[in-house]
């Protein structure tokens, strides 16, 4: 088993920037891929950022965040990261950390084994 553990959300005003934290433990060696997704209310999960161990730490972005965040990870920690900068009012959302054990998949909610519970992120217009 993986537990996800997500901090740093918060309120921050339009085009403010906030960091985003994911500390794994537990079955580590199962996070090859490591992705963000948010949850606004009344939307479903969708897919913000991946980065993939197996291939040297590749990432991808969703259209809507591409050139504003920035996924990165600290394998010694165990740890991911979601920086946002520019944050827009459309970003207010819940942020989850998701992992998976082999990365194949990454866009969609079902590619990952195990999630963390969220953090807030809300930005003020």
């Known amino acids: 088993q993986v537990q996800l553990v997500e901090s740093g959300g918060g309120l921050v005003q339009a085009g403010g920037s906030l960091r985003l934290s994911c500390a794994a433990s537990?079955?580590?060696?199962?996070?090859?891929?490591m992705g963000w997704f948010r949850q606004a209310p009344g939307k479903e999960r969708e897919f913000v950022a991946a980065?993939?161990?197996?291939?040297?730490?590749?990432?991808y972005y969703a259209d809507s965040v591409k050139g504003r965040f920035t996924i990165s990870r600290d394998n010694a920690k165990n740890t991911a990261y979601l920086q946002m900068n520019s944050l827009k009012p459309e970003d207010t959302a819940v942020y989850y950390c998701?992992?998976?054990?082999?990365?194949?998949?990454?866009?969609?909610?079902?590619?990952?084994?195990?999630w963390g519970q969220g953090t807030q992120v809300t930005v003020s217009s």
């Open positions: 998701a992992a998976d054990p082999f990365g194949l998949e990454y866009r969609k909610p079902n590619d990952y084994d195990y």
């Open positions: 537990g079955r580590t060696f199962s996070t090859n891929a």
């Open positions: 980065i993939i161990r197996r291939s040297g730490g590749t990432t």
